[in-house]
Structures are given as structure tokens and as C-alpha cells.
């Protein structure tokens, strides 16, 4: 992939999970710095989950209290290189152990 497009790629996934985030502000309570291509997601608990690219790999990082996540952009989508998870469905995991709420990331399989 070239770097114009995974640049894309990382700043629409980005908008789009930050899309996420306004929509449920109401319902529970997050924070959120948005700063080039780094998301820092921060709970009531104080635990984080932050989203950053590393270009040079062409891959998209995310780093919970538990583990981390290095994806791929593959499908329209980014996987996991080792579970082969999606990301709609590990945010989904990592938001619910956080909040207890369950948020909806479907809109992060088509990007």
C-alpha cells in the first residue's frame, strides 16, 4: 500500500471511531485527544486505549490496559496480524470490558 492511501486509510478509521465516540458521549462517560494520527481514548477508570499508525510498517496499533494489537489493512478492514480478529470486533471486546456498555464499531468493516 502506498503511503498516500494508508494515510487515508488511518485518518478516515480514525474520524469514524471518533464518530463513534460523540454519538455515545451521553451514555458514558469518555474522553478522547484526537491528535494526527494518534487517538488516546481515556475511561472513567482512568485505563486508556490508544490508536496510532506506524507508517513505516503500514499498520495500525492499538494498545490497551491488557495487550496489544498491530493490524493490517486487508478486505476493506484492518486485522490483526495474529488473531486475524477485525477491528470493529476488538474495539468492541476492549470497550465493553472498559464501560460495560456495548458500542457498535460495524461502520470500522468498510473503510
Known amino acids: 500500500m502506498r503511503d498516500i492511501l494508508f494515510c487515508k486509510k488511518i485518518k478516515k478509521t480514525l474520524l469514524r471511531i471518533e464518530e463513534i465516540l460523540n454519538k455515545n458521549?451521553?451514555?458514558?462517560?469518555?474522553?478522547?485527544l484526537l491528535l494526527d494520527n494518534m487517538l488516546e481514548i481515556?475511561?472513567?477508570?482512568?485505563?486508556?486505549?490508544?490508536?496510532?499508525?506506524?507508517?513505516?510498517?503500514?499498520?495500525?496499533?492499538?494498545?490497551?490496559?491488557?495487550?496489544?494489537?498491530?493490524?493490517?489493512?486487508?478486505?476493506?478492514?484492518?486485522?490483526?496480524?495474529?488473531?486475524?480478529?477485525?477491528?470493529?470486533?476488538?474495539?468492541?471486546?476492549?470497550?465493553l470490558i472498559q464501560t460495560n456498555y456495548l458500542f457498535k464499531f460495524n461502520i470500522l468493516n468498510n473503510i
Open 25 to 32: 458521549n451521553k451514555k458514558i462517560d469518555i474522553d478522547y
Open 42 to 95: 481515556t475511561f472513567i477508570n482512568n485505563k486508556k486505549i490508544i490508536i496510532t499508525s506506524q507508517m513505516f510498517l503500514k499498520q495500525l496499533w492499538i494498545a490497551t490496559s491488557s495487550q496489544g494489537y498491530h493490524l493490517l489493512y486487508k478486505k476493506k478492514t484492518w486485522i490483526c496480524i495474529r488473531s486475524n480478529q477485525t477491528i470493529h470486533k476488538i474495539l468492541k471486546k476492549e470497550f
